[in-house]
Every structure is written in C-alpha cells, then in structure tokens.
C-alpha cells in the first residue's frame, strides 16, 4: 500500500503523520446541521483530508475546503470505535433504535465497513461493541479494537473477519505505529504502556505524561501526539530517553484526535470538534454538538 508524509511543522517537535494515498468511497452528499450532531465519540481522517466524525447518530464527514458536513452513507448509528482502513471506512458501535431499515444487527453492530455499496457487515455482528479501533499502513489486514463488554484487546490479521483476545487490557485509547506495526501503544490507568510485540504484553513510558487520548506521530521513532486529562497538547515518543514537550492546549476536555498526512491536527471535545491547520496557533470548530444529547 502507497504511503505519503507530509509535516506537521512545529508542532512542539516537528510532526508528520502517514495515512494511505488510496482515495476513500465516495460518499453521498446527506448535508446536516453542525448543531444538531449529538456527542461525538471519534475523529479520523480520510486520504484526501477529510475529518471524519464518529458520532451518536452515525459517522459525518466534514469536506476539508468548505467544512460542509454529511452523513456518511445513508444509515445513522451510535458510531463509537472509526478508523480508516486502505480505501474505506470502518466502524463499530450501535444500531440505531429510531432507524428501522434494519441495516445493523442489535444490539452491537460488530464491525462494519463503508465502501460505493454503503455499510457492510464485516464480523462480530450483534455480539460486539468495539469502543476503539486501530489500524496501520505498516501492516494492512492488521486490526486492533477494544470491545466495550470486557478489559481485553483484541486482534484480527484478516482485515477484520475473524478475531482472538490477545490479553487484559484496560485502555482509553489505542494507537498503532504506522512504520511498525508490532508497536502499539496505549493510555491506562497506570500510563503511557508500549508493546513491541503487537499488542501482547505491555511495559510503562518512562518519563511519559499521562495522557488520555494518542494518535501517531511517524516523523519521529515511535512518535505520539497526545492529549492529557486537562487539555494540555503533548508531542514525544515511546523510544528509551524521548523528551516529551507541551505544544498547545485543546479547548476543554479531549475525547478523540487524530492527525492528517496534510499537516491538520483535529481534537473532539464537549463542544464538538475543532481543526488546527497551523501547528495549534489557531483552532476553528468544524462540528457543534447538540449539548442535548
């Protein structure tokens, strides 16, 4: 699969983060008010720049020159665990119950997929509710998730069809390094953990902060930018001696983030998701949540 970098510049360290060149299926142009998506749960983003939002009625992309947002596909779900996967979308979370074209088995939607077709079921259908998904171009049928109903992490090396436990994990987010795929990492209780042996076993980041949300930073040996409990932007690495630096603060508490090959950086809070273009120094809001729902 063809990769491509292109730099974060100053973003605390210089940051760049690789995502597959493959083009995302198109999707259909269902425009929605910002104001009325409830409590988002996830942020991607798709090859051409695109954010891609998970939230409690379904996955939104927001067009990355107009921020006009629309549903992707014609389905709505609580979308909880997104990540993008060569040229599509994947997804996890729950059936919608005001939605009745019976697309999603209840009451978790397992793992499902969006391609020209539309959503697909891939696996796992009404059994699991995957909270987080991770996936890499390092390894491409590779897949990690962490299902809702149990402190495990679980793996698929077929794209998802099947999947097996490969230990206890406790873990608010999940990252995959997009250069080696045996190095994930993950933000626990007790702190920043790395595995080098695909996700296995796990050993604590020295001198790490304790950060709640990660996505990769590949300019860097096993780069991460991160988030802590109290907002504050952080850049470094999981390498033996990494100095980690402070490189901005999110507005309000962070629920996601993720990175752009572009050099765009988007964050999820409690009041929606807001996009940086110029290293942290300004943030527009792309999505307003319902504060509703």
């Known amino acids: 699969m063809k990769t491509h970098t292109r730099t974060l510049a100053a973003f605390g360290l210089a940051t760049t983060v ?15 008010s910002l104001d009325l998506i409830p409590h988002v749960h996830d942020v991607a983003f798709d090859p051409d720049g695109a954010v ?3 939230a409690h009625t379904g996955v939104y992309r927001v067009d990355p020159t107009t921020d006009d947002t629309s549903l992707v596909g ?7 665990g997104l990540t993008v996967h060569a040229d599509t979308i994947l997804a996890s979370g729950h059936p919608d119950p005001a939605n009745q074209d019976h697309t999603f088995t209840a009451p978790n939607v397992g793992l499902v997929r969006y391609s020209d077709a539309g959503w697909e079921q891939v696996s796992l259908a009404g059994v699991t509710d995957f909270h987080l998904l991770a996936a890499t171009p390092a390894a491409p049928d ?3 998730g962490l299902p809702s109903d149990r402190a495990v992490l679980a793996a698929s090396g077929d794209a998802g069809q099947t999947w097996e436990d490969l230990g206890p994990l406790t873990a608010r987010d999940i990252s995959i390094d997009p ?3 045996d190095v994930v990492t993950a933000t ?4 920043l953990m790395v595995s080098r042996d695909g996700g296995i076993t796990f ?3 020295a001198n790490a902060p304790a950060l709640l949300v990660i996505t990769a930073d590949p300019t860097a040996e096993e780069g991460i930018i991160g988030v802590d409990a109290d907002g504050m932007i952080w850049t470094g690495s999981t390498t033996e001696g990494a100095v980690w630096k402070t490189a901005g ?3 309000g508490a962070a629920s996601a983030i993720a990175a752009s090959f572009d050099g765009a950086v988007a964050i999820a809070d409690e009041g929606g998701v807001r996009i940086t273009t110029d290293a942290g120094k300004t943030w527009r809001t792309v999505i307003r949540t319902d504060a509703s729902q």
């Open 52 to 54: 891609l939002v998970g």
């Open 18 to 32: 690789v995502l597959t060149a493959a083009a995302c299926a198109a999707v259909p142009e269902n425009e929605t």
């Open 203 to 205: 050993t604590a980041v």
């Open 188 to 191: 626990t209780p007790e702190g």
């Open 142 to 144: 590779f897949l990690l």
């Open 179 to 181: 250069m080696k795929a």
């Open 74 to 80: 014609k389905t709505t779900f609580d979308a909880m």
């Open 249 to 251: 603060h999110a507005t």
